[in-house]
């Protein structure tokens, strides 16, 4: 069970436990649940329908599920269509902790600060945390980021469909932690650059993979979805 006097490996640890019994286990069920009710609702095949499902594990660990289709596919065809995101949520002594096993096996985390600040310079005007975690992760689930060295530390500066994310790079384990958030109307001009630069090198690793005689398609596939999640554009 996640609590607050964890330390980074030992959350780690849980965390990616988890993770494997879920997507062992229960995905499969989520998954066809979620067709039914596209059928049921008889949901446009076009439609993303973001849909949210709350688990509990057995090791008593809140998990919020988010399920949607493919940015990149036009129609819904069944569950090969659909998407997978899930991200853990517990209270340490600051207040509302986001964890998840993301991209290679890392381990990244959100803090309340951050999603305060989503809230507050989206607008959403939410006053429940979760429903902001659910704001944040229906609208930004995908994003692309970068390490940056600085004299003290590694930071982090990620772009996503709303704006850019801030944070931390941690090792042992390697740890992304997303501090806070803000909009594009905020950034300054370096940033303004390094997005630019994130957003052509995505593209770029696109166009790089279809010139290679071989290239593994899973990877391909990741890369041009969250290109179309965070521009709402297809690659070139």
């Not at 989503?118 to 944040?136: C, H, K, M, T, W």
């Given at each position: 069970m996640l609590v607050a006097s964890m330390n980074s490996q030992e959350l780690y640890n849980e965390i990616a436990k988890d993770?494997?019994?879920?997507?062992?286990?229960?995905?499969?069920?989520?998954?066809?649940?979620?067709?039914?009710?596209?059928k049921k609702l008889k949901i446009k095949k076009e439609n993303n329908y973001f849909k949210i499902y709350k688990v509990k594990t057995a090791a008593k660990n809140n998990w919020l599920l988010y399920?949607?289709?493919?940015?990149?596919?036009?129609?819904?065809r069944g569950p090969e269509s659909a998407r997978y995101m899930n991200v853990a949520y517990y209270y340490d002594s600051v207040g509302l902790k986001v964890v998840s096993i993301g991209y290679e096996n890392m381990l990244t985390t959100y803090n309340g600060h951050f999603?305060?600040?989503?809230?507050?310079?989206?607008?959403?005007?939410?006053?429940?945390?979760?429903?902001?975690?659910?704001?944040?992760?229906?609208?930004?689930?995908y994003v692309h980021a970068d390490v940056i060295e600085k004299k003290d530390r590694l930071s982090l500066f990620g772009v996503v469909k709303d704006g850019l994310m801030l944070g931390d790079y941690h090792q042992n384990p390697v740890t992304l932690e997303w501090k806070t958030f803000i909009t594009r109307d905020l950034k300054k001009a370096e940033q303004d650059n390094m997005e630019k630069d994130?957003?052509?090198?995505?593209?770029?690793?696109?166009?790089?993979?279809?010139?290679?005689?071989?290239?593994?398609?899973?990877?391909?596939?990741r890369t041009k979805e969250i290109f179309k999640a965070i521009t709402g554009r297809c690659t070139a």
């Open positions: 993770d494997r019994k879920l997507r062992e286990t229960t995905l499969k069920r989520i998954m066809d649940e979620y067709d039914r009710e596209r399920i949607h289709k493919c940015h990149t596919e036009e129609q819904y999603f305060k600040r989503y809230n507050e310079r989206i607008g959403l005007n939410l006053s429940q945390p979760l429903d902001i975690v659910n704001a944040f992760f229906a609208n930004c689930g994130l957003i052509e090198g995505l593209q770029m690793q696109v166009i790089r993979a279809r010139q290679q005689d071989t290239y593994n398609p899973l990877i391909l596939a």
